[in-house]
């Protein structure tokens, strides 16, 4: 079994939405919702996660057992999402041995340069194709 963890916070608009997407997927892998709080995890099960965790421990332990992270590219910020992401947190999954697919949001003041700019619907489309690649 593949081990996803999707990772949002605030209310978790945007991992309910990769949780939709990724769901119909479920036969080969399991998803897991880790919300920086309980707001976002709820909506991300509601949205189709098999289960679901909030917090900073909980995202610290289970980023070291999983084999892909989705996620926006502030996860891997401290500080990141009006301070959601804690410097713990950001090192975790940083440091995690699994795979990451980042989106690219220009929302946490970063700007990745050479990558193209795609609507948020074309790079949640591209989500399932990376997954069947690394699976």
Known sequence: MYTIVVIDGKGGGLG???TKKIS????D???????TNSHATVNM???GADDGASGENAICYMVQN????IGPIAIVVAGAMMGEITPKMAQAIASSN???LLLPMQKCGLSVL??????MAQMLDLIPEEIKKKI
Do not use: F, P, R
Request: charged share 20%; aromatic share 4%.
């Open 98 to 100: 699994a795979q990451k």
């Open 16 to 18: 309910s939405a990769i």
């Open 29 to 35: 892998v399991k998803i897991y919702a880790l919300g």
């Open 66 to 69: 999983a084999d892909l992270i």
């Open 45 to 47: 099960i509601k949205n």
């Open 114 to 119: 050479g990558v193209n700019h795609m609507t």
């Open 24 to 27: 119909s997927m479920k036969e």
